[in-house]
């Protein structure tokens, strides 16, 4: 040990967190005084980094910071929207959040260090800033370490501990972009839509809410909708023949193994064709093998589960939303008992000992027999995925636990994670093999008459992957996008847990597509976010600069927005169609006689005394109806 002891302030993301990483690291742990009530101080004796050291362990609770306009912009009656893109913009501690700040302030003034262990994703490096920022108010001389890690066990946090780094402000400063951009664009246009329609339209809720995100993933559910709307059906025939074999690794005694051959043609939606073609076959059914591709003799076992699978999985197989997928899975991850569940990694590094993973689950009574065979010489080193952010290992089990220590849907999703993992380490089930030239005679051939059908409405597994294959949002954001579209009153999902729109979501999302007519950018398309999002990883790269992609999205939307707003008869057309009670003076060009002549009695809003109908006969301004319009 070298040096005198120094005290050491350690921040994770929440309480449980802080909790568990203390007893793991401690050989016993007491509490410390605190100045918040949810915060607690866990303090223990810890060498670090070959230094005594007196470790303060606390938390914080999410995001200390929100950004938010200056307070001038902060009226919505008074602040033209357009006026936002250009707007200040503060990130001030929140309300909720100040006796955290007390807390980290307090602690910061007694130590030497400050050891971040936020969670290791975007979000959580911009927290740690946010943290940083506070304790560097307190104390400036602090030095400031990143701990890295990627579940909560004792060996992933000591191997932190010995490699601690430098938190990352480009990760940081994506954060920031986003949640800028996103401020600017959705209070621009949320309170023009609502100032324009909560009055004038039978709205379900006093709010018609925009965001960059949650406009393209409505779009998705919304065009779906259309899609299986429009669909006019129509018959077909198809031939399926299916062939037996002896399974001739295990022997005669064994039950045969079959396969069903699909027609390379598919389908006709000439039946009489389909009959001749069907008749030959039963004249003359042996066929003849032409191709065998070794590639398909196993059925492929799955690859390891990222966070967008595990959403996709849970909503298919549990019937599980993603926003509730994700409370479970980050409450399994605090207490130890899963990896971290935020990860874009389909690839397990070769320096993990993943036997060792798998013999905790030998004693388990659901899986331990099948844990068992692995361990005895089934296993196999499980197939890499297309994703590798190198970050996070896959979600992945580190306890064995038992049905009785977890609430019906904790025990649902661990499970799926536990039986994922193992499956993943195990070879494919084995398909019949087949010879060049082999001579084969068809157990059944069968001549079935079916129809077109039309898409599926989107299921939440549906509606993620169309996210992720678009880049909309992140494996973190993606749940809230859609609970948010949801919440909004834009759709909701049926008794087949599939995502119907309503008529506001319908006419929000027709507006959009008439907007694009004359602005060229379709706000209801995946396209405008995708290029935000791929931009915003280049600042996390550090190949971009905040300010640069800032400049560049917030412009290209301040065009977007002026033009809604000079065309919003297209809007005003398709809010009347779907859902009526709109006031014909809506979107109604007009003379203005005198701006500012009065305000709403009912919102607020500056109204504006106009004159409809074009000049008079003989020129002059003032041929038709005068009226107050709110602006």
Same mark, same amino acid.
Not at 135 to 161: H, M, P, Q
Not at 416 to 431: E, K, M, P, Y
């Given at each position: ?32 005084? +605190? ?11 810890? /060498? ?66 400050? &050891?971040?262990? #936020? ?11 946010? &943290? ?15 701990? &890295? ?47 324009? %329609? ?19 993933? #409505? ?69 003849? &093998? ?144 087949? #010879? ?86 379709? #706000? ?95 020129? /002059?301004?003032?041929?038709?109806? +005068? %009226?107050?319009?709110?602006?």
């Amino acid at each position: 040990m070298r040096g005198d002891r120094i005290i050491v302030l350690n921040v994770a993301e929440k309480p449980s967190v802080a909790k568990e990483a203390s007893r793991l690291l401690s050989g016993g742990y007491q509490n410390a005084p +605190t100045q918040s009530r949810f915060n607690p101080v866990h303090q223990f004796e810890f /060498s670090l980094q070959n230094r005594s050291c007196t470790m303060l362990f606390t938390s914080v609770r999410g995001h200390l910071m929100s950004l938010d306009f200056a307070s001038a912009y902060q009226n919505w009656n008074t602040i033209p929207p357009e006026d936002l893109y250009g707007a200040p913009v503060e990130k001030n501690i929140s309300q909720d959040a100040g006796d955290v700040r007390k807390n980290l302030v307090d602690l910061a003034r007694k130590a030497q260090w400050l &050891v971040l262990w #936020l969670d290791c994703d975007r979000e959580g490096e911009n927290i740690a800033f946010e &943290v940083l920022s506070v304790c560097r108010e307190a104390n400036a001389s602090l030095n400031v370490f990143r701990a &890295v890690f990627s579940a909560l066990t004792k060996a992933d946090l000591e191997r932190a501990c010995r490699t601690l780094q430098a938190p990352d402000r480009n990760q940081s400063d994506a954060v920031d972009t986003r949640s800028e951009i996103d401020l600017r664009i959705g209070a621009s246009f949320t309170r023009f839509l609502t100032m324009r %329609y909560r009055s004038r339209v039978k709205l379900p809720s006093p709010t018609i809410s925009y965001g960059p995100c949650q406009s393209p993933t #409505l779009g998705f559910v919304v065009s779906r909708f259309v899609e299986v709307e429009n669909f006019v059906r129509e018959a077909y025939w198809t031939i399926r023949v299916t062939i037996s074999k002896p399974d001739d690794e295990k022997g005669a005694n064994a039950p045969p193994l079959s396969i069903d051959f699909t027609w390379e043609r598919q389908r006709l939606f000439d039946q009489l064709a389909v009959l001749v073609l069907y008749e030959m076959c039963l004249e003359n059914p042996e066929a003849t &093998v032409t191709d065998v591709r070794g590639t398909e003799r196993t059925k492929q076992r799955p690859v390891p589960l990222c966070t967008v699978e595990l959403h996709k999985m849970a909503s298919r197989k549990l019937r599980m939303s993603s926003a509730r997928c994700m409370s479970i899975a980050e409450s399994l991850y605090q207490r130890g008992i899963i990896s971290y569940p935020r990860t874009e990694t389909e690839v397990f590094s070769p320096t993990m000992d993943l036997l060792s993973l798998i013999r905790v689950h030998i004693g388990s009574t659901a899986w331990g027999t099948y844990a068992q065979k692995l361990v005895d010489g089934d296993f196999l080193w499980p197939s890499d995925g297309a994703r590798d952010d190198k970050a996070h290992p896959p979600i992945h089990p580190l306890k064995l636990m038992q049905r009785s220590e977890l609430e019906e849907e904790e025990w649902k999703l661990y499970e799926f994670v536990t039986r994922h993992f193992l499956a993943c380490c195990r070879s494919g089930n084995r398909l019949p093999r087949f #010879l060049v030239n082999e001579r084969v005679m068809p157990s059944s051939i069968l001549m079935s008459e079916r129809q077109t059908e039309p898409p599926p409405l989107l299921t939440e597994a549906d509606l993620i992957d169309l996210m992720d294959k678009n880049g909309i949002g992140t494996d973190a954001t993606m749940h809230d996008h859609i609970r948010t579209i949801q919440d909004r009153h834009y759709c909701y999902k049926n008794e087949n847990m599939q995502f119907v729109p309503t008529d506001l979501g319908v006419a929000l999302y027709q507006g959009f597509k008439r907007l694009a007519e004359v602005s060229g950018v379709d #706000l209801s398309l995946p396209d405008l976010r995708a290029r935000m999002e791929a931009d915003m990883a280049l600042v996390a790269r550090g190949a971009k600069t905040k300010q640069e992609v800032l400049d560049l999205h917030v412009s290209e939307m301040k065009r977007v927005f002026l033009l809604l707003k000079s065309h919003a008869a297209h809007m005003d057309t398709e809010m009347r169609n779907r859902l009526g009670g709109l006031e014909d003076s809506v979107g109604r060009d007009g003379v203005t006689l005198v701006a500012n002549f009065s305000e709403c009695g009912k919102c607020r809003a500056p109204m504006d005394l106009k004159v409809s109908g074009g000049p008079r006969g003989d020129g /002059s301004e003032g041929g038709g109806r +005068t %009226y107050i319009r709110s602006r």
